[in-house]
């Protein structure tokens, strides 16, 4: 569930007909099975279409701009405000800003961040700033006094402890995919980017909008624990930890 009634099968028909792993799989065996986060990461230029796979070597990138509004996409279905406020995200490495939906989009190094041993001296730091601003990262992410934290959790995370209200879904080989707003406290998939199916027993989610990499049938780790459903208050598409 998730998405347009068409857009699913749409996605799959695709997948098989363009991306060798999905091409490979269903030659194999007529299905798609679920796909870990090993075996995409092991077969990452496997799972571009024909004529768009880099060497295995190289990270494809992704538009600044679309991860944008990805964020921006979660953040106001978790009930956050960010017209108007600087929106940093906790990240292992640094992009440059981006200006869209009436706020300045930027980035706050993790720990464990990737810096460049040759920068030059006052190269970018993503330090927070001392105004208002909405940062998303994980617990130990630092914050001011003005600032809004806004709590970044996986499927593995909600399993143990449940769903925080106004907390993202977020899995670091998919991205953004959902939120729990805090009208209702359900975990709710990204409309129209998200799908969430079982299959032996566990969720899968195919990404509706990707193509570099084109992920159908992930499963992230816990998923064998939730379950589809519809939200009680919204009527639209969440997932449930099973009893």
């Known amino acids: 569930m998730g998405g347009g009634p ?30 870990t986060r090993a075996e995409a990461e092991e077969r990452r ?31 106001r279905l978790a009930g956050h405000r960010t017209r108007g406020l600087d929106v940093y ?20 190094l993790t720990a464990d961040a ?18 208002p601003a ?6 130990g992410t630092p914050c001011g006094p003005d ?14 402890s449940g769903p925080l209200p106004g907390s ?10 959902g939120a729990v707003p805090p009208s209702c406290g359900e975990l709710h998939l990204g409309t129209g980017r998200v799908d969430a199916r ?8 195919t990404l509706l909008r990707s193509r570099l990499p084109t992920l159908v049938h992930a499963r992230p780790d816990a998923a064998e624990s939730f379950r589809p459903g519809r939200c009680p208050v919204h009527g639209t598409p969440i997932l449930r930890r099973t009893p």
């Open 114 to 131: 990737r810096t460049d041993p040759y920068a030059e001296p006052g190269s970018p730091t993503g330090t927070l700033p001392e105004g």
């Open 134 to 139: 909405l940062v998303v990262g994980d617990p």
């Open 45 to 75: 230029h496997l799972l571009m279409p024909l004529g768009a796979a880099p060497p295995a070597r190289r990270e494809p990138g992704r538009p600044a701009a679309e991860y944008v509004d990805e964020l921006h996409r979660a953040l």
């Open 147 to 160: 600032h809004v934290r806004v709590a970044r959790t996986s499927l593995a995370d909600i399993a143990g």
């Open 6 to 35: 068409h857009t699913y099968p749409r996605t799959v028909r695709r997948a098989v007909r363009t991306v060798p792993h999905y091409r490979e799989r269903y030659a194999a065996t007529g299905t798609l099975p679920p796909l």
């Open 168 to 177: 993202l879904w977020y899995e670091p080989w998919l991205g953004h995919l």
């Open 89 to 108: 995200e906790a990240a292992r490495g640094l992009r440059d800003p981006v200006r869209a939906h009436g706020s300045t989009w930027r980035v706050v």
């Open 198 to 205: 079982l299959i032996g027993g566990a969720t899968v989610l």
